[in-house]
């Protein structure tokens, strides 16, 4: 099956930095999204992006399909952003999302 | 967007006992999916289930330890049997809308003692 990466597995921010993370996927994909996880454990859709450029907010990615990765820049980080941020894909070979290990990030005030 | 509810939201149980999660969605949808999340891992699909037929398991999962329902296009459920302290997870329950964006329940957290 298709595999997924990402790095870094781990990242520890000040309050205001930028940030970049990274997804690499093994196969061409029909579906890209990215989520993060909340502690809480809630998972929140971010972005669907199987190519191209999408922004929201302080949040943007981008999606590269011919090169098979995606990244998630995040900007002036807030201590809300911390938590687990997941990548997951799904190629024309099934229906079901692949997840990627996730980027768990503390954001510290 | 979807909104799914899922029943219970925690639970503790005993070695041996089994426990069904209940899974609603606001709209009516094909395609329903549940997962697994171990502690401080990411999620796993266990398997897909449609309305009106039965569910398809992925590797390393198997319907007599996780048996599904499907009676309708708004709700799920799945049920961990027989079980046991590896179980311990979360479990998610979620659906995809227009062959593209995939949303997730809140998710059950389970401690088996």
């Known amino acids: 099956g298709i595999q997924v990466e990402q790095s870094p597995p781990d990242l520890i921010l000040q309050e205001g930095a930028n940030s970049t993370l990274r997804c690499n996927f093994s196969?061409?994909?029909?579906?890209l999204q990215w989520f993060h996880q909340n502690p809480w454990g809630q998972l929140i859709n971010l972005f669907y992006?199987?190519?191209g450029t999408k922004q929201n907010g302080r949040l943007s990615a981008t999606t590269v399909a011919t090169e098979r990765y995606s990244l998630l820049y995040i900007s002036s980080s807030q201590t809300t952003d911390s938590g687990v941020y997941f990548c997951?894909?799904?190629?024309?070979?099934?229906?079901?999302?692949?997840f990627g290990g996730g980027t768990r990030l503390m954001v510290k005030p | 967007s979807a909104v799914i509810s899922q029943k219970p939201s925690r639970d503790i149980c005993q070695r041996g006992t089994s426990l069904t999660i209940q899974c609603q969605v606001d709209?009516?949808?094909?395609?329903m999916f549940w997962y697994r999340q171990q502690p401080g891992q990411s999620l796993t699909l266990i398997a897909t289930?449609?309305?009106?037929?039965?569910?398809?398991?992925e590797s390393g999962f198997v319907i007599d330890k996780f048996p599904i329902s499907r009676p309708n296009l708004t709700f799920s459920t799945l049920t961990v049997s027989n079980m046991s302290p590896e179980d311990s997870s979360i479990y998610l329950c979620?659906?995809?809308?227009?062959?593209?964006?995939?949303?997730f329940g809140p998710g059950t957290r389970l401690l088996v003692l």
């Open positions: 709209s009516q949808v094909t395609m």
């Open positions: 196969d061409s994909v029909n579906n």
């Open positions: 979620s659906v995809r809308l227009f062959q593209e964006t995939q949303y």
């Open positions: 992006i199987p190519s």
């Open positions: 289930a449609n309305q009106g037929s039965e569910a398809t398991y």
């Open positions: 997951a894909v799904n190629n024309n070979a099934g229906n079901m999302l692949t």
